[in-house]
């Protein structure tokens, strides 16, 4: 958001060429070895990486899920994006682009061409796919994209169908029950994301325990940290039902902060929430 807030003062052709040209590029530095940078190899994890440096030798560790430079392009590209909203056909704009991404995508993960890292380097998500004993596991093998950091791939197949589905739903009329509904959180983003991370994480503790599954290891940092215990887990029934539960739940939070917004609107602070 620092950075945006530096880009948004250039010219609109200028963010999208950086934008893009990040996007589309930054897998070419996949393999800089952080170790070059000596000292700093840890600002070259922050940049463009993932995983775990030291701030003070065995005392205190900085973990890198998010790097900065593939995220910032994302960023640009959805700042310039917004700037087509203006227009009276960007309905039509946005499909297109959404569409070309999305063939991008089919044809460098098909073809295993660039744009999705080494496994090597960053895990088995990365790389090209495989053909599985079962077609489904070949399916899943062909959408299995690094997410961490995002490729180039995993960025296609996410925002390509994405904006399709946003020029779709532009002809959506909201008054209508469930698009009114869904709307609801589509005007509180950033508030449903934080309050829900602290719910299902409670929920998920609480499960634990009732089930008679182990809890404690969820709460020093989960499978992000640990491995999960053996045993643990549930259905995939079980995990839907929990999820349309907590978006219940949250719908009348969210509701209710959305009218609290209409009714402060001299609040600059909450048009960030």
């Known amino acids: ?73 994302v960023m640009a590209i959805g700042y310039a994006i917004g700037a087509l909203l203006t227009r009276s056909d960007w309905q039509k704009v946005i499909f297109r682009i959404g569409g070309l991404a999305t063939a991008a995508f089919l044809l460098l993960r098909f073809f295993r061409l660039y744009g999705n890292s080494s496994p090597s380097l960053f895990g088995v998500a990365a790389g090209p796919w495989k053909v599985q004993p079962t077609m489904t596991l070949t399916i899943i093998s062909f959408f299995d994209t690094l997410k961490y950091p995002p490729s180039l791939q995993f960025l296609l197949m996410t925002l390509g169908p994405a904006l399709m589905a946003l020029a779709w739903l532009g002809k959506v009329d909201t008054r209508r029950p469930l698009a009114a509904f869904v709307n609801v959180f589509g005007r509180v983003p950033l508030f449903y994301y934080v309050v829900h991370l602290y719910i299902i994480r409670t929920l998920a503790v609480y499960t634990a325990l009732i089930v008679k599954q182990k809890a404690a290891w969820l709460l020093y940092g989960g499978m992000m940290v640990l491995d999960p215990p053996q045993g643990y887990g549930h259905s995939l029934g079980f995990i839907y039902g929990m999820w349309l539960g907590v978006v219940l739940f949250m719908y009348p939070l969210c509701k209710g902060f959305m009218k609290f917004k209409e009714q402060h609107a001299e609040l600059w602070w909450l048009h960030y929430l």
């Not at 052709?13 to 800089?32: E, K, P, Q, S, Y």
């Not at 952080?34 to 440096?53: D, R, S």
């Open 1 to 73: 958001m620092i950075a945006m807030a530096l880009l948004m003062r250039l010219p609109l052709a200028v963010i999208v060429a950086f934008g893009t040209g990040t996007v589309v590029t930054h897998n070419l530095l996949d393999r800089v070895n952080p170790a070059a940078f000596g000292k700093f190899a840890g600002a070259w994890l922050i940049l463009h990486g993932h995983g775990t440096f030291w701030i003070d030798p065995g005392k205190l560790d900085f973990f890198v899920l998010w790097p900065f430079l593939p995220w910032v392009g």
